[in-house]
């Protein structure tokens, strides 16, 4: 039988070496021969015409940011705004912003962003960040890492402290939820609201437990796995590119644990903040979001006719937000460029 401190020593070892955010990789043998061989075959696989059109996209959309002119709701109301977290960066500035506008326009009420630093935002980014979204709130890199210091200490918690400098997915939940705050629905930056978002609205005013659907699973470990750990059946295809979640109600002792446990058992997967996210929605009777309203993966007939509440452009359906899909919501919603 494994003992504690072996689970941990394991799982330890398990966490790659942090890398430089967002730099480009020294030029070894290896990267060489991913860019000369491995990158041209992946790009004609997925189309490099479609990859192309993407890329050119996000220069524009990075391009136009600065002149955009986002409105107000056009319905007067007496709700509060929603309430929407997401981390964010430098790399990120113009899909916090439409992410925030098209969720205020589809559901035609006040959006209050929370945007957590990733560790790249600038002081002129936070300008821009401030100019576009009046209503947002920075969490900036100092501030998160008093929080952690003081909530998620890494004599305590040394498996989630160790996977943030290497894993970025991993602070959507130790970042984001260790702010004051309960009920707190957490977002991708790479979504899209279209219509209103009913059913997702529904379970924020519960409030309850929700998550997106996957076009298939992706846990990176064995769903067994995850079941013997959260005590109960999990959901097979969670997607936690949306997740309302009781802050407050987490319990940062288990989450490690199950950190631990996967990390050891079946070594790093890229997917392991989904993993563990799965365990918790599980252990919350979560209800899943509607996947032909909250659509992940969107196919080109579903991404141009854009009638359905919310798109999650995950890996290659990405190029279509660039190319078209932001220009597409900016036109219904009345922005001006």
Not at 64 to 73: C, G, H, R, S, V
Not at 87 to 109: F, I, P, W
Request: with cysteine; proline share 9%.
């Amino acid at each position: 039988m494994n003992s504690p401190s072996s689970l941990q020593q394991r799982a330890l070892a398990a966490i790659p070496a942090p890398a430089p955010q967002y730099r480009k990789p020294p030029l070894t043998l290896g990267r060489l021969y991913y860019l000369i061989y491995h990158a041209p075959k992946a790009a004609l696989q997925k189309g490099p015409r479609k990859i192309v059109r993407g890329w050119f996209g996000k220069r524009r959309l990075a391009q136009a940011l600065p002149e955009i002119k986002f409105p107000t709701p056009s319905k007067p109301s007496d709700e509060k705004p929603i309430s929407i977290h997401v981390l964010s960066g430098a790399r990120y500035l113009a899909e916090a912003c439409l992410l925030t506008h098209s969720l205020a326009h589809a559901a035609n009420r006040p959006v209050a962003p929370s945007l957590y630093d990733d560790g790249t935002l600038t002081a002129d980014d936070c300008n821009l960040l401030r100019d576009k979204l009046p209503n947002a709130t920075l969490l900036l890199r100092a501030e998160i890492e008093q929080r952690l210091a003081e909530s998620l200490p890494e004599s305590r918690f040394p498996c989630l402290r160790r996977l943030r400098p290497t894993y970025p997915h991993i602070r959507k939940l130790t970042d984001i939820h260790l702010f004051p705050g309960n009920w707190k629905l957490v977002s991708d930056a790479d979504i899209l609201f279209f219509t209103s978002p009913n059913e997702l609205l529904e379970h924020l005013s519960a409030p309850r437990a929700c998550h997106m659907v996957d076009i298939a699973p992706a846990y990176g470990v064995p769903q067994a796995s995850l079941e013997a750990l959260a005590g109960r059946s999990v959901h097979p295809k969670i997607n936690v590119g949306l997740c309302h979640l009781p802050s407050q109600q987490l319990d940062w002792e288990f989450i490690e644990y199950c950190a631990v446990t996967l990390l050891a058992t079946h070594g790093f997967s890229y997917y392991l903040e989904q993993a563990l996210s799965a365990i918790i929605l599980a252990r919350l009777d979560a209800a899943p979001l509607n996947p032909t309203d909250y659509v992940v993966y969107p196919n080109l007939a579903v991404a141009r006719q854009a009638t359905v509440p919310a798109m999650h452009y995950v890996d290659d359906s990405r190029a279509y937000y660039y190319d078209f899909a932001w220009k597409q919501m900016l036109a219904r919603s009345g922005a001006k460029r």
